[in-house]
């Protein structure tokens, strides 16, 4: 039996992963997706940036494989366009 591990806070918690469930995009239902990165950027001018600089935010994504959706998107149905 292989096991991943789960690390939150100061636990560790060993899962089966055959205990979990497929998830399937929520736009054509394909189960394959890709790894992608979420370019942002905080602008200096924004309060909340205590650095006066513009912040390069990067968030590591995955993108279905048929369509394009961005699995979990915040919008749905946000397909994301060619680059």
């Given at each position: 039996?292989?096991?991943?591990s789960a690390?939150g806070?100061q ?7 055959r205990d ?6 929520e736009?054509?239902g394909?189960?394959h997706f890709?790894?992608?990165v ?15 600089n513009?912040v390069?935010?990067?968030s590591?994504?995955?993108m ?9 998107s915040?919008?749905k ?5 060619k680059?």
């Amino acid at each position: 039996m292989n096991q991943v591990s789960a690390v939150g806070g100061q636990r560790q918690v060993q899962f089966d992963p055959r205990d979990a469930t497929s998830q399937g995009c929520e736009n054509c239902g394909c189960f394959h997706f890709k790894p992608a990165v979420r370019l942002g950027v905080i602008s200096a001018l924004n309060p909340k940036n205590p650095v006066g600089n513009d912040v390069l935010i990067k968030s590591e994504v995955y993108m279905c494989m048929k369509c394009g959706l961005e699995y979990g998107s915040l919008v749905k149905k946000e397909k994301v366009g060619k680059c």
